[in-house]
């Protein structure tokens, strides 16, 4: 089988609060009174916009991020009421105008903060409020779901997809990290292919898709990479987030396979490993962040070694 072509990192449009008013004006005039503000921290897939107290404009960035537009519209109403933490629901789909070239969304506002650490109250009833979420999705009848593509990078895909990626930013960190570990890593993860039939996956379970409330998991947001296939892309939270017991935690409820829990850490040591190499040398959060996340991988594979 090819590999998919990852292409190159999109170029992205910018988008302002008057355009979306004038968006809002021109093709949804029962609102065209409510204020437009833009949230305090917006992702990298979209630009997001409040409108009035109770709903989110949410604007895709360029034309690779635009293609989960539809899928959204489609499938977040369908597995809204089959999970037990809300997501997000769309009320409306815009269209191309005001000088802004892609379809878009309307949603209602969900309540919450993006989770880092230091908020959660409980790390291992955090951890399995998540995997209960998880299982919930992974219950959902996937027939007729989308397949992994370009419109949410190959998560669900064969991990070799990213096999390119992995080499080239291991290559760049010899030095920097312990290659010959990363790469049995990576490798052990290559060596345990999905053999299951398609499940629902979210595609981007990271901190800033789980909103908090009160210490406790409230909402899990941003689902544009979400689809149906090997659902490990969803497990790399464990090393990206969770702590040791929390870890264990997520796994034993989820009832992960030796296999899968291969391949989910295998997700989660591509994403840290892009991240370091774009990163490394620089004394910000970004670089700080992808180190910790590798450090914790190495150190859970050698404990998990030594048991087996």
């Not at 290559?171 to 345990?192: K, M, P, R, S, Y």
Request: one cysteine or more; a negative charge.
């Amino acid at each position: 089988m090819s590999t998919p072509d990852l292409g190159p990192v999109p170029q992205r449009v910018t988008v302002d609060a008057e355009q979306v008013r004038r968006l809002i004006s021109e093709q949804f005039p029962q609102w065209a009174d409510l204020p437009v503000q833009p949230v305090a921290k917006s992702g990298w897939d979209n630009v997001t916009f409040h409108l009035g107290d109770g709903m989110l404009v949410r604007l895709p960035s360029a034309a690779a991020y635009a293609l989960a537009v539809d899928k959204e519209q489609r499938w977040l109403p369908a597995l809204a009421p089959r999970l037990p933490l809300p997501i997000p629901a769309p009320l409306a789909k815009g269209h191309p105008g005001a000088g802004y070239p892609f379809s878009w969304s309307i949603y209602q506002w969900l309540d919450g903060d993006p989770v880092s650490a230091d908020r959660i109250s409980d790390p291992v009833r955090f951890a399995l409020d998540l995997a209960g979420f998880l299982a919930a999705l992974q219950s959902v009848d996937a027939a007729g779901g989308p397949q992994p593509g370009k419109h949410n990078w190959f998560r669900g895909a064969p991990l070799r997809t990213y096999d390119a990626q992995t080499q080239r930013a291991l290559a760049a960190l010899d030095g920097h990290i312990d290659v010959d570990v990363a790469l049995e890593i990576w490798q052990t993860a290559l060596d345990a292919p999905w053999d299951g039939v398609d499940i629902w996956f979210h595609g981007d379970i990271a901190p800033g898709n789980l909103l908090i409330d009160g210490g406790e998991l409230a909402a899990v947001i941003d689902f544009g990479t979400c689809g149906v296939g090997d659902p490990s892309c969803d497990l790399a939270i464990a090393w990206t987030l969770l702590t040791a017991d929390g870890r264990q935690a997520f796994r034993e409820r989820l009832s992960v396979a030796e296999a899968t829990w291969a391949r989910g850490r295998g997700w989660a040591l591509w994403k840290a490993l892009i991240t370091y190499d774009r990163t490394v040398g620089r004394a910000d959060e970004d670089a700080a962040s992808a180190r910790r996340v590798l450090d914790q991988i190495f150190s859970e594979y050698s404990t998990d070694r030594r048991r087996g």
